[in-house]
């Protein structure tokens, strides 16, 4: 009995000394806030352009030693490259959300609708919006642009234009 709690009380001690070890960052590993200062100095420089600040970060702010050697190219063109080949599906799907912007058919709302007037702004401008994209699709203007989409949909740009941004 004696020698069964030591054991356990050896086991404590010696996890209770080994866990901050292993919650100690690596000496590589930049902070987030080192991470962003770097990040933004490389998109002043033009270095960042067409990355995510995911991918960024993943890349070059918390990858190990090696990892992080291989991926510091000299040629910033050569590393977007890389990039690019890497995920061609991807930059297919973003020229499909540019080509099928709205056509010069489809129209917006230029002020609420009275009927949704007692609603809160946001329900008005959303309910004044879907009135008018049903129309749209009825009439077959809508070239192509769905209620909602990546790189803003029909009711993104309806709403920006009720609140006066766009």
Known sequence: MFERRISHLFATLVTASLLPLA?????????????????KAAQSAGL???VSWSEFRKAQCTAPAEVAVENSIADPAEAKTKRTEDK????????????????GKTTFPSSIDAK?????????????????YRANKKGGTLGGTRWIEKGGGY????NAKLKGEG
């Open 23 to 39: 919650l100690i960052p690596s000496a590589n590993a930049l902070s987030m806030k080192e991470c962003s200062v770097k990040y």
């Open 48 to 50: 960042a352009e067409g």
């Open 88 to 103: 061609p599906k991807q930059a297919a799907k973003n020229t499909e959300v540019v080509a099928r912007s709205p056509s």
């Open 116 to 132: 949704f007037a007692a609603e809160k702004p946001a329900k008005a401008r959303m309910h004044t919006c879907l009135e008018q």
């Open 155 to 158: 009711y993104k740009l309806c």
